[in-house]
Antibody, heavy 116, light 112 residues
Framework: EVQVVESGGDLVQPGGSLRLSCAAS????????MNWVRQPPGKGLEWVANINQDGSAKYYVDSVKGRFTISRDNAKNSVYLQMNSLRAEDSALYYCAGWTSGSSYWGQGTLVTVSS | DVVMTQSPLSLPVTLGQPASISCRSS???????????LDWFQQRPGQSPRRLIY???NRDSGVPDRFSGSGSGSDFTLKISRVEAEDVGVYYCMQYTHRPHTFGPGTKLEIK
């Protein structure tokens, strides 16, 4: 059974930091590009960042460049998103998603709220 | 960034009837090697998204064959041959030929 489980979301003040974690199982993690996609409440999807299979390539949406860092640990089948200098507009449900040719795997999301 | 537009944004459909969603990009999605990186996602109410179609026309594992994707250049279409109740939700296209990946605004499909 495929499982993708995000954790680490919380209420944080503007300027604060959070580290999101995503633990995957049930598929060949090392073949998947891993992505973070966010969705503000009641709004659409926004791709945030991704990382290739061996972690050598990382890409970000412009609005988070320099503030967010994606990483993965293939030994633990896990991917992470370090979020610094958080802003109100970063508030959203953050999904971890693995994409391969022929399948995609999504978690249930972890909620990040940036507010004073 | 590549801007993705979808139409219609709201799509009421009678059960058993076909449905079609258009997705257009602000620039061509043909990559340097000729591949087009355009996917379609479905998000049912209260659920996480799931990918239906990758690279324009390839169905993901487990996706019913009533879903099909087509298109070229900057003009793409998702078709549902016969809408079922479980198809209610929001449909998004997303391009990843150009960085950053960008999603369309979503099309909300509902049953009439």
């Amino acid at each position: 059974e495929v499982q993708v489980v995000e954790s680490g979301g919380d209420l944080v003040q503007p300027g604060g930091s959070l580290r999101l974690s995503c633990a995957a199982s049930g598929f060949t993690f090392t073949t998947a590009w891993m992505n973070w996609v966010r969705q503000p409440p009641g709004k659409g999807l926004e791709w945030v960042a991704n990382i290739n299979q061996d972690g050598s390539a990382k890409y970000y949406v412009d609005s988070v460049k320099g503030r967010f860092t994606i990483s993965r640990d293939n030994a633990k089948n896990s991917v992470y998103l370090q979020m610094n200098s958080l802003r109100a507009e970063d508030s959203a449900l953050y999904y971890c998603a693995g994409w391969t040719s022929g399948s995609s795997y999504w978690g249930q999301g972890t909620l990040v709220t940036v507010s004073s | 960034d590549v801007v993705m537009t979808q139409s219609p944004l709201s799509l009421p459909v009678t059960l058993g009837q076909p449905a079609s969603i258009s997705c257009r990009s602000s620039q061509s999605l043909v990559g340097v090697n000729g591949n087009i990186f355009l996917d379609w996602f479905q998000q049912r109410p209260g659920q996480s998204p799931r990918r239906l179609i990758y690279m324009v026309s390839n169905r993901d594992s487990g996706v019913p064959d009533r879903f099909s994707g087509s298109g070229s250049g900057s003009d793409f279409t998702l078709k549902i041959s016969r809408v079922e109740a479980e198809d209610v939700g929001v449909y998004y296209c997303m391009q990843y030929t150009h960085r950053p990946h960008t999603f369309g605004p979503g099309t909300k499909l509902e049953i009439k």
